[in-house]
């Protein structure tokens, strides 16, 4: 028997091979890499374009702020600002947005800083008090700082919106002139409060957060976000995607973590903005979807008739959760004009 010596490769076919090899591994790792960076950031909608192109910006401190002023109602002169909550944008107001200029004077919505189509500075110390700034510049901006306002607000809005009525109480310079104010389901009590898992690891985790934030995709984001809908009023393929196109404008998935310290200024504040609460004078209502899983029912509402005594309440129907304005516009809509015809 003669035993044939086994032929290795010549030099040429194993270096052919090893760079065959590393094609693979390329065409594998580039996929991954684009999505890790997000490339090409998702295009919008035309009904996201619509809202975007209907919009100004105005600058403040060198950033650049997102917002829409609309005037409809002739013969009155009521003005209405609406504060959006996270991680989404003011184009959470759209389903009401024009039944609101059949009833007010002039309606105004803005993304905050980090939001929307507003700037979103890396690194930055996002905070509440400066988001209520950027509210008081957007009056002056606009010529409405002797103008009484009436404030709509939900989620992180509403604690934005708590900022604002204190710094109105103790007549700070600057301040709004707030006719009312009406808020919807917002994390006012820490103590009631249940944030997502998600937000905890990009708040509390500095390590961790930079990859996660860059991990998260739209599945993810659509998963997160329909957590916090009902099973019977969830957001549209079409919906869920403007909310991540929202996000992903100008890499704000980027800035999450920062942004999410807002939870923690929560708790920190928490006598300053719920004292304000317990204490003003003015006009104040809650809309509440009690299926709400980050200030769950009966808990939320429970707390607040006990601290917030002057306050009217709207409990929306069962499967309402925590964005009533989008789940039941028809129902949140009426909520607020029984409110405002109120007094």
């Known amino acids: 028997t003669v035993l044939k010596r086994p032929q290795h490769d010549s030099p040429p076919t194993a270096e052919l ?13 580039i996929p991954l890499v684009a999505v890790y960076l997000h490339i090409p950031p998702p295009h919008l909608s035309p009904s996201l374009q619509k809202w975007h192109t209907a919009g100004e910006l105005f600058h403040f401190r060198d950033r650049e702020i997102f917002y829409r002023d609309s005037f409809g109602a002739l013969g009155s002169s009521d003005v209405i ?43 930055h110390k996002y905070s509440i008090f400066e988001q209520a700034s950027v509210v008081e510049a957007l009056v002056a901006h606009l010529g409405l700082s002797n103008q009484r306002v009436n404030l709509v607000s939900h989620d992180y809005g509403d604690t934005v919106a708590l900022e604002l009525l204190y710094r109105s109480d103790q007549n700070r310079t600057g301040h709004l002139i707030i006719n009312s104010l009406c808020l ?14 998600l937000q905890t690891l990009l708040k509390d985790s500095s390590i961790l957060a930079p990859v996660l934030m860059r991990l998260t995709n739209y599945k993810l984001f659509q998963r997160g976000i ?21 996000l992903r404008y100008n890499d704000g998935n ?23 609460l317990t204490s003003t004078i003015i006009p104040l209502h809650m809309i509440y979807g009690p299926l709400d899983p980050v200030n769950p029912h009966p808990q939320f509402i429970r707390l607040y008739k ?22 039941d516009p028809t129902g949140f809509l009426n909520a607020y004009l029984n409110f405002i015809h109120s007094f």
């Open 184 to 197: 919807s389901n917002g994390g006012v009590f820490p103590e009631t409060n249940y944030p997502r898992l």
């Open 81 to 123: 600002i609406l504060l959006h909550g996270f991680p989404t944008s003011s184009f959470d107001w759209n389903k009401i947005w024009e039944p609101l200029t059949q009833r007010f004077h002039r309606v105004i919505a803005l993304d905050f800083l980090g939001f929307g189509f507003s700037d979103k500075p890396r690194p």
């Open 254 to 276: 980027l800035v999450l973590d920062s942004i999410l310290q807002y939870i923690n200024q929560r708790s920190k504040h928490r006598e300053r903005w719920v004292g304000t």
């Open 306 to 327: 006990q601290l917030v005594q002057r306050s009217t309440i709207t409990i929306l129907d069962e499967h309402i959760s925590h964005y009533p304005q989008l789940e």
């Open 226 to 246: 329909g957590h916090v809908f009902g099973p019977y009023t969830q957001p549209t393929d079409a919906e869920f995607w403007d909310m991540w196109t929202g």
């Open 17 to 29: 091979k090893m760079r065959e090899w590393w094609v693979h591994v390329g065409l594998i790792c």
